[in-house]
Nanobody, 126 residues
Framework: RVQLVESGGGSVQAGGSLNLSCVAS??????????MAWFRQAPGKERERIAA???????STEDFARGRFAISRDNSKAMVYLQMSSLKPEDTAMYYC??????????????????WGQGTQVAVSS
């Protein structure tokens, strides 16, 4: 079973930046075959997708994240990253990475992903 472990969360003041990382292991297929994504869920709110990236590097970013969040990956290290800048208190949430072999996972806003990490907490103070 694919395992995903996120890191890089923490506390930051509004306007600051954080870089999240996620490493994948126990893959049944080549890491580059997996579509990867970042999601977040704030207390009392539904989980929402931030961005997704194909093994080729093609990305899909939700409207609210464009300009402040950037997803990238390193297939040689089985890693996916999320660079976050100009953070706001409303960005406070648990951030999760996810993986899926299906191309349909890349559809805008899609929440149906096969594999999930445990999450890393991001707290933005004003």
């Amino acid at each position: 079973r694919v395992q995903l472990v996120e890191s890089g969360g923490g506390s930051v003041q509004a306007g600051g930046s954080l870089n999240l990382s996620c490493v994948a292991s126990k893959l049944g297929d080549s890491y580059s075959s997996y579509y990867m994504a970042w999601f977040r869920q704030a207390p009392g709110k539904e989980r929402e997708r931030i961005a997704a990236i194909a093994g080729t590097g093609s990305t899909s970013t939700e409207d609210f994240a464009r300009g402040r969040f950037a997803i990238s990956r390193d297939n040689s290290k089985a890693m996916v990253y999320l660079q976050m800048s100009s953070l706001k208190p409303e960005d406070t949430a648990m951030y999760y990475c996810a993986a899926d072999l299906r191309w349909t996972a890349m559809r805008q806003g899609n929440l149906d992903w096969d594999y999930w990490g445990q999450g890393t907490q991001v707290a933005v103070s004003s």
